[in-house]
C-alpha cells in the first residue's frame, strides 16, 4: 500500500544544473508535503514543506510545486551543488495528523 | 541547533531478547515519535506520544513494543522479544508545541540487528 510514491530510486545530475525529484500520492486527504534530506549514517532532516493551500513554496534554491489535481509534487534544487548529494523523501499527511507517510525515497548524486 | 539524540547507534541482539532504544528529544518539544526503516525499503511510522500517553499507533506497533519517557528527559522503545524481523534503523522524532504544522526533528537513529 503505497500512498506515497517516489518512482525514481536514484537521480544523477551535474553540479550547477537542475536537480528535479518527483512524488506522487494517491490519498486525497492529505493536505501538507514535506521534503526530507537524509545523509548517510544520519536521520532524516526536514528541509521543505507546503499546504494543499498553496501549489509553490520556495526556501532559497529549493523550491516544492504541487500540483492536487494531478497528485504529484516535484522537488527543484537550482543550482546542484555536490553537498545536496543524499536520499530525498517526500511524506504527507492529513487532517493535523502530524504523522507523514513517506515515500521510500530517491537518491541524488550530484557530480561535481 | 538543539537536536535529538539517540543512543545506542549500533545495537546487536539475539533473537527473543528484550531491547530498550533509547532517545532524548529536544528539551521544549511536547509530541515524540518512533519510526523504523528495514533495509531498503520506506520509513515507517511506528507511535506517536504526548502528555505521557500514546495518542497514535501502527499496526507494526503490537504487544511486544512499548514507550515510555520515565523522567522527563528521556524517551525510550522497548521491544519485549525481539524476532529477526525487527532488524531495521529505528529513528526517534520529536516536535515542538502547538498549532502550525511543525516538521518533526528527527535523531540519526539506532541501528538494531537481530541475530
Known amino acids: 500500500d503505497q500512498q506515497v510514491k517516489q518512482n525514481s530510486p536514484s537521480l544523477s545530475v551535474q553540479e550547477g544544473r537542475i536537480s528535479i525529484l518527483n512524488c506522487d500520492y494517491t490519498?486525497?486527504?492529505?493536505?501538507?508535503f514535506l521534503w526530507y534530506k537524509k545523509y548517510p549514517a544520519e536521520g532524516p532532516t526536514f528541509l521543505i514543506s507546503?499546504?494543499?493551500?498553496?501549489d509553490k513554496n520556495e526556501d532559497g534554491r529549493f523550491t516544492v510545486f504541487l500540483n492536487k489535481s494531478a497528485k504529484h509534487l516535484s522537488l527543484h534544487i537550482v543550482p546542484s551543488q555536490p553537498g545536496d548529494s543524499a536520499v530525498y523523501f517526500c511524506?504527507?499527511?492529513?487532517?493535523?495528523?502530524?504523522?507523514?507517510?513517506f515515500g521510500r525515497g530517491t537518491s541524488l548524486i550530484v557530480h561535481p | 541547533e538543539p537536536e535529538v539524540t539517540q543512543t545506542p547507534s549500533h545495537q546487536v541482539t539475539q533473537m527473543g531478547q528484550e531491547v530498550i532504544l533509547r532517545c532524548v528529544p529536544i528539551s521544549n518539544h511536547l509530541y515524540f515519535y518512533w519510526y523504523r526503516q528495514i533495509l531498503g525499503q520506506k520509513v515507517e511510522f511506528l507511535v506517536s506520544f504526548y502528555n505521557n500517553e500514546i495518542s497514535e499507533k501502527s499496526e507494526i506497533f503490537d504487544d511486544q513494543f512499548s514507550v515510555e519517557r520515565p523522567d522527563g528527559s528521556n524517551f525510550t522503545l522497548k521491544i519485549r522479544s525481539t524476532k529477526l524481523e525487527d532488524s531495521a534503523m529505528y529513528f526517534c522524532a520529536s516536535r515542538g508545541g502547538t498549532g502550525s504544522n511543525q516538521p518533526q526533528h528527527f535523531g540519526d537513529g539506532t541501528r538494531l540487528s537481530i541475530l
Open positions: 490519498n486525497s486527504m492529505f493536505d501538507y
Open positions: 507546503i499546504s494543499s493551500i498553496k
Open positions: 511524506a504527507a499527511s492529513s487532517g493535523g495528523s502530524y504523522i507523514p507517510t
